[in-house]
């Protein structure tokens, strides 16, 4: 028996924009939850009304009785669909896009480069999205920019966050005795492994229990450590690596061995992150708030292969602004 539209609602996730009213609809099939805080806030500007259908319950026979009831009662309609589960979805559709020229599809894979400026990345390692498998590095021209940036930049601020450099130092020492720096093994470009340097900002036995994932609130972080992480002062030492050349000023964040080879077993494409050298600060850092473990892992990769697939200078500089910016207000973890 066909559904009407006012059953098949309660399959949805229905959001309404309270500030815009532009009578435009979006409608995402196939949904896995790809999206965050950042893309509904996006979604909502641009949309009045915004229709989720879940993975779970989207059967074909659902979607294909289900986009003419939309159609026709929303025609200022946008419709995202997923052809890792509907290859053929545009074409199922035609007979009801004739009739209506306000209807506008997208896969996924476009929808989240034009609007959300990120990569779509499946929660299923099984599933791979077409031309992000082997990315490359950065050609030569691009290279020598950065590098003239890392170091024209590196450098000077070396010199004048000097007052900083002893003022933590001596905050350190006060409030947990013991080392000052704090050396890890992270992981780089092309999979090598170097030692990261960091102001310490937990207590010496904060690993006593094995490698883990620092929370927002976590109370291994004494005070002081708390606002070097907030305004990324406890990042200051890792110019050392940029001289040596083991990192760039920005790039995908380097993380550790243990969390990468657990990553990989999960989340596609996670080791693309290494085509490139990482960075202190990255693009997946400004646009997604602190998280940890595997959802908000697949959530910053979106953000991180964006980065790489689609690097620009302008993308460099807006990186870089709203890391400043994340410094001035504190919202750093």
């Not at 059967?59 to 290859?87: A, C, E, K, R, W």
């Not at 609007?115 to 992000?132: E, G, M, R």
């Not at 937990?202 to 450590?225: P, T, V, Y």
């Not at 907030?230 to 550790?256: A, C, H, V, Y």
Request: with cysteine; net charge positive.
């Amino acid at each position: 028996m066909k559904l009407l539209l006012s059953e098949k609602n309660q399959l949805f996730h229905k959001l309404n924009s309270k500030t815009c009213f532009n009578n435009q609809t979006i409608l995402v099939t196939h949904y896995d939850y790809f999206l965050q805080k950042r893309d509904f806030k996006i979604l909502l500007q641009l949309y009045q009304t915004v229709f989720l259908l879940p993975l779970k319950n989207d059967s074909q026979i659902l979607i294909h009785d289900t986009v003419n009831d939309f159609i026709y009662h929303y025609p200022n309609l946008t419709i995202v669909y997923n052809p890792l589960f509907n290859s053929d979805f545009e074409q199922s559709v035609e007979i009801s896009l004739s009739s209506n020229q306000h209807i506008h599809i997208y896969s996924v894979y476009d929808f989240c480069v034009q609007q959300l400026s990120k990569c779509y990345v499946a929660d299923n390692i099984n599933n791979l999205t077409p031309n992000l498998s082997q990315l490359t590095y950065f050609g030569y021209r691009v290279r020598l920019l950065k590098k003239i940036v890392d170091l024209g930049i590196g450098i000077p601020l070396y010199i004048l966050t000097q007052p900083l450099w002893i003022f933590s130092a001596f905050k350190i020492y006060q409030e947990s005795p013991g080392t000052i720096f704090f050396r890890q093994t992270r992981v780089g470009i092309k999979n090598g492994e170097f030692s990261i340097v960091k102001f310490r900002s937990m207590r010496l036995d904060a690993e006593k229990a094995g490698a883990q994932f620092s929370s927002k609130n976590d109370d291994r972080i004494f005070g002081w450590g708390k606002v070097m992480r907030s305004t990324r002062i406890d990042e200051l030492p890792q110019l050392f690596n940029i001289m040596k050349g083991e990192l760039s000023l920005i790039g995908p964040r380097p993380e550790r061995k243990v969390f990468i080879e657990s990553f990989q077993e999960i989340i596609p494409h996670y080791n693309e992150r290494h085509a490139v050298k990482p960075g202190i600060s990255g693009y997946a850092q400004v646009m997604y708030a602190y998280g940890s473990g595997v959802n908000d892992a697949r959530h910053k990769l979106m953000y991180d292969l964006y980065y790489i697939k689609h690097w620009s200078f302008g993308l460099e500089i807006k990186i870089a602004f709203l890391t400043f910016w994340t410094m001035i207000t504190k919202r750093g973890i």
